[in-house]
């Protein structure tokens, strides 16, 4: 309008112009509104597929990959694609090197993967501005995938990014209830803004998610050695009686708490009953080598006997580091309830 070009390319309409064209060896498809389903780009190169930009261009069905061999061949961009199946969003994909890029691109599989990524034949993946919602995985033999300014969600049965190769994560949003981590025995690196991380991160923002992690560790038996816990959003606990996170040396926290500058409010611990000698009291009873770091709690009322805290009642050894954590406005009460 007004001279200004708006697109340049081959404007298909459905699904049957898309395989048509890229049939034709056309490398420049702009998808208009609609649900389409995309051939195989097996042996293609420099294929560039741009969606709506409001979002209603969708890759659709049962698995969204479905119908185009999850091949996206080499040095393809695509933009703008809803990736949406009613199993997976993109499922056992295939790249053949060079740079695969996907630009404000959602991958949602409502029962399994998001996005599942299984061969790359050394290719590169960069995502910018995307949203992944259900189980991701990242095959071993890419280069490395790139996530930037992407939002990770859990959708109710999966939120956890598997990664097998090397995978740098650049000012990214992650959820209540999602996780990365490097697949089992994979040697994979992971990196957050440019800092090396290569162990799990479970990343926890609402009371029932923080209340799981700390009955993981009391009943579960997980001392989440090598693992990193991160909050995600303020928590009130509204007061609900709160069993410290370990209490003795049989249940203990052994990795690392990062409140990433949140707050964690009301919180209410009665341990009065607790008579044994070992038994200690807190957000955290008892740490072993783990590190708490960058968090604020803001109300506590704490009782208890013997190892009686706000933040951790107990430090086994000198391994662990507390840093950049504040209390504000608690009541703490210690006793000795027999003669140790």
Request: hydrophobic share 35%; net charge negative.
């Amino acid at each position: 309008t007004g001279g200004e070009k708006i697109y340049e390319g081959n404007v298909v309409s459905n699904a049957t112009e898309l395989a048509e064209a890229v049939a034709a060896g056309k490398t420049d498809l702009w998808l208009l509104n609609g649900e389409y389903t995309l051939p195989t780009l097996s042996g293609k190169e420099g294929i560039t597929i741009i969606g709506a930009a409001d979002g209603s261009t969708v890759i659709g069905g049962e698995n969204a990959s479905t119908g185009f061999g999850s091949n996206f061949g080499k040095n393809t961009t695509i933009q703008n694609v809803n990736f949406s199946g009613t199993t997976n969003g993109v499922c056992s994909s295939y790249a053949q090197g060079g740079t695969t890029t996907f630009d404000n691109c959602t991958f949602a599989g409502d029962s399994t993967y998001g996005f599942h990524i299984d061969q790359s034949n050394g290719a590169t993946f960069i995502f910018n501005n995307c949203t992944f919602s259900g189980f991701n995985a990242f095959a071993g033999d890419l280069v490395k995938v790139v996530f930037n300014n992407c939002t990770f969600l859990n959708n109710g049965n999966y939120g956890h990014t598997n990664i097998w190769s090397v995978a740098e994560f650049n000012n990214c949003t992650f959820g209540d209830k999602t996780s990365v981590g490097p697949g089992k025995n994979s040697g994979a690196k992971i990196y957050f803004n440019g800092v090396e991380e290569s162990y799990h991160h479970e990343f926890v923002g609402t009371a029932e998610s923080l209340f799981a992690f700390a009955d993981s560790v009391n009943n579960g038996g997980d001392a989440w050695k090598g693992q990193k816990v991160v909050l995600v959003d303020n928590i009130d606990l509204n007061n609900q009686a709160w069993t410290p996170i370990g209490q003795t040396g049989a249940t203990q926290f052994q990795g690392t708490f990062d409140g990433n500058g949140y707050t964690i409010k009301n919180l209410n611990i009665d341990s009065s009953a607790q008579t044994g000698a070992h038994y200690s009291s807190g957000l955290f009873g008892w740490l072993n080598k783990a590190v708490v770091k960058n968090l604020t709690i803001e109300n506590a009322t704490v009782t208890g006997n013997h190892n009686v805290a706000v933040i951790a009642g107990y430090l086994e050894s000198a391994g662990c580091t507390i840093s950049e954590c504040h209390v504000i406005n608690a009541a703490v009460v210690a006793k000795h309830a027999n003669d140790d």
